[in-house]
């Protein structure tokens, strides 16, 4: 889009008559091509109180002004080229310029949680995006693909569907055509107790409830080196695990004595998975 004063374009294009002995000189203008809200400085001069910026059919109150140099805040227009000149009472400036309004591309400044874990549900699974430079219409891509989002702001929140474990990127996209960087959003399979406590307790068998995070229906708990395989209906073995949820595993034990010892615990899935080893005190 090119904004051209008709008035400007005879004047000093097409007659190629300067506008007037004495006016302030349009020498330069940095940057020439900024997104609206920048500050640009024009340089040249003389330049005094009464110096305005024309931009487009727009005229600009100059936010610093001093003898050879001033400043302006690009106006919130479209994206295009913009015919700049100055103005000072009825003189024109004998040069003029085009400056080009280039929109930027919308960034990623925050994504919280980056990390979720293979058995979050509900809320466990939203996202929040803050971002920069976002507008009407903005969409999330999670590895390319559109996601349903609420805007608040320059903020941005989604819900994560059901991923296969590992990392996932996620993008911005405006709705011309820019998209931001990617940022990672790791699914987390890997498996972890945090904390064993004693539950029920028989004559000779005691219960663990053992809690932590990505446990599933099959893994495998292996005690002091030994592999617990979960119990089945059927299963003659003595020492045994049952699955709650993907947060918590029962370990029916049955210690070979009263003797406190040290007991290490460590959970491996189905797909190969290991946790670290958790270690506490118990018979």
Not at 50 to 63: H, K, N, S, Y
Not at 138 to 143: A, K
Not at 216 to 230: E, R
Request: aromatic share 8%; net charge negative.
């Amino acid at each position: 889009m090119i904004r051209r004063p008709l008035f400007l374009w005879i004047f000093l294009t097409l007659l190629n008559v300067p506008a007037m002995a004495g006016t302030p000189n349009l020498a330069g203008i940095v940057p020439a091509i900024a997104p609206p809200g920048s500050t640009v400085t024009i340089i040249g001069g003389p330049f005094g109180d009464e110096t305005r910026v024309v931009f487009g059919d727009q005229i600009l109150q100059p936010a610093n002004i001093a003898d050879k140099r001033l400043t302006f805040i690009v106006p919130q227009l479209l994206e295009g080229d913009y015919l700049l000149y100055l103005q000072e009472g009825e003189a024109l400036s004998e040069r003029s310029l085009f400056f080009r309004i280039l929109l930027p591309s919308p960034s990623i400044v925050d994504l919280n949680p980056s990390i979720i874990e293979t058995c979050a549900t509900g809320e466990q699974r939203q996202v929040e995006l803050r971002g920069r430079d976002l507008q009407p219409g903005v969409q999330v891509l999670l590895d390319g693909v559109a996601l349903a989002a609420e805007r608040s702001g320059d903020s941005l929140t989604f819900n994560i569907p059901e991923l296969v474990p590992g990392m996932h990127q996620v993008q911005l996209a405006n709705p011309d055509g820019r998209h931001s960087l990617p940022v990672s959003l790791q699914i987390d399979a890997l498996p972890e107790i945090l904390d064993v406590s004693r539950g029920e307790e028989n004559v000779n068998y005691y219960q663990l409830l053992i809690i932590g995070k990505n446990f599933s229906y099959k893994s495998t708990l292996v005690v002091n080196g030994q592999p617990i395989a979960p119990i089945y209906p059927g299963s003659l073995q003595v020492d045994s695990i049952r699955y709650l949820d993907c947060n918590r595993l029962i370990y029916k034990r049955y210690p070979p004595s009263s003797q406190t010892r040290q007991i290490n615990l460590q959970i491996i899935n189905p797909d190969g998975r290991e946790s670290p080893v958790f270690t506490f005190s118990g018979p």
